[in-house]
């Protein structure tokens, strides 16, 4: 089956800990997106990438880190200096370029601090 | 419609009824936009899009209004069935860099 993948679907971690999210999409997109969703707001940008081996800052990146050293992967590292990291993670990719590319997204990843 | 805080707008429907969602997005310059659907836990999935050279466009069961002049998106359903009770949320492209930007969204209950 064609689609983005997130694993774990549920995560814990201990203050102070960095924890990685996975995120792997078999559609060939080149363009993949993190966002996080809180409770009563709308998905807010964290990082994005629209090639390999390149991604930006999105509009709340503080606290978090992500690569792409492959086209299908774009994990993100939640790290201790993120300071409220308790949230739902969403992946989410698509075709890139300037054209009118829908994004797909994955299940998500609901990360708690303890 | 768009919200801050903790509490989404809601919208209750008798099973069958028709659904309006409503969106105003925030940018002149977006030219794309994208009505998403959310369960409970789960990740957004893509219902339908429309251009900003458009006004209406159709899809099954599903009709998205656009008014440019106001910066307002609808979204129309159709005969509403219990599985479209989500959160329903609109998503605007000003084709800065490929990104969206969200809004909070609307909860959908569809009473049977």
């Known amino acids: 089956d064609g689609g983005i993948t997130q694993s774990p679907k549920y995560l814990f971690r201990k203050e102070g800990q960095n924890v990685t999210l996975s995120c792997e999409q078999n559609?060939?997109?080149?363009?993949m997106y993190w966002y996080r969703q809180d409770p009563g707001q709308g998905l807010r940008l964290i990082y994005y990438?629209?090639?390999?081996?390149?991604?930006q800052k999105g509009d709340i990146a503080e606290g978090y880190s992500v690569s792409r050293e492959k086209k299908e992967s774009f994990p993100l590292t939640v790290t201790s200096a993120q300071k409220n990291p308790t949230a739902f993670y969403l992946c989410?990719?698509?075709?890139?370029?300037?054209?009118?590319?829908?994004?797909?997204f994955g299940p998500g990843t609901r990360l708690t601090v303890l | 419609g768009e919200s801050v805080g903790l509490h989404l707008p809601t919208l209750s429907v008798q099973e069958g009824d028709n659904s309006i969602i409503n969106c105003a997005y925030s940018?002149?310059?977006?030219?794309?936009f994208i009505w998403y659907k959310q369960e409970s836990g789960k990740g957004p999935q893509f219902i339908i899009d429309?251009?900003?050279?458009?006004d209406k466009r159709q899809g099954q069961r599903v009709t998205v209004l656009l008014n440019k002049t106001v910066k307002h998106l609808s979204l129309q359903i159709a005969a509403t069935q219990p599985g479209d009770s989500a959160v329903y949320f609109c998503?605007?492209?000003?084709?800065?860099?490929?990104?969206?930007?969200f809004g909070t969204g609307t909860s959908l209950t569809v009473i049977p």
């Open positions: 989410a990719s698509s075709m890139g370029g300037l054209l009118y590319n829908e994004q797909f």
């Open positions: 559609l060939n997109h080149d363009a």
């Open positions: 990438s629209q090639i390999v081996n390149d991604f």
């Open positions: 940018n002149s310059a977006s030219d794309y």
């Open positions: 429309i251009r900003s050279n458009m």
């Open positions: 998503a605007e492209n000003p084709h800065t860099g490929n990104q969206f930007y």
